[in-house]
């Protein structure tokens, strides 16, 4: 997959990951335009007990998300790493979807994007977007568009004509 930067072009190869991992883990390759290693990614399910799944994001080697979630997103507990390095602790409690979100989150699952993926992608989304009074959002994007293809514009811009239409 190809993604326009404002210096450069970034190629995204990804590879599914199989066998005990859950439905849209995948380990990612970004590469510039002229064939340049960026950055690897790797967005990881594993079915836990109690059917909770543990999602894990590994970014150049560094965990930069871990928690636990329940199998319809709904989360538990857990942290992301921002991007100065510091930590942002989450629980059920902290990570509550609304309006834009909430609609563009209901219509990635109602495409058969699965939920644990979802809340992996929208929670690193909304701590980026806080913390960084939104220049993570735009960079957060080319990841939400990287987990779920094209169905991204679709839900992207059918929730913002209408955030209540999912």
Not at 109 to 125: F, K, L, N, P, R
Not at 128 to 157: D, L, N, P
């Amino acid at each position: 997959m190809k993604k326009t930067g404002s210096t450069e072009n970034y190629y995204f190869v990804y590879f599914p990951i199989e066998g005990s991992a859950e439905k849209d883990s995948k380990y990612y390759i970004i590469f510039n335009d002229k064939g340049v290693f960026q950055s690897d990614i790797l967005l990881l399910g594993l079915k836990e007990k109690d059917n909770f799944i543990h999602a894990v994001v590994h970014n150049n080697d560094q965990v930069v998300f871990d928690a636990l979630l329940q199998e319809n997103g709904s989360v538990e507990s857990g942290f992301a790493i921002l991007s100065d390095n510091t930590k942002q602790e989450f629980s059920k409690s902290t990570v509550a979807p609304k309006g834009w979100w909430s609609c563009f989150n209901n219509c990635l699952a109602s495409q058969g994007v699965a939920a644990w993926a979802i809340t992996v992608v929208s929670t690193m989304c909304g701590v980026a977007c806080a913390a960084t009074f939104g220049i993570g959002c735009a960079i957060c994007f080319g990841g939400i568009t990287v987990v779920s293809g094209s169905v991204v514009g679709y839900c992207s811009g059918t929730c913002q004509k209408d955030p209540d239409s999912y």
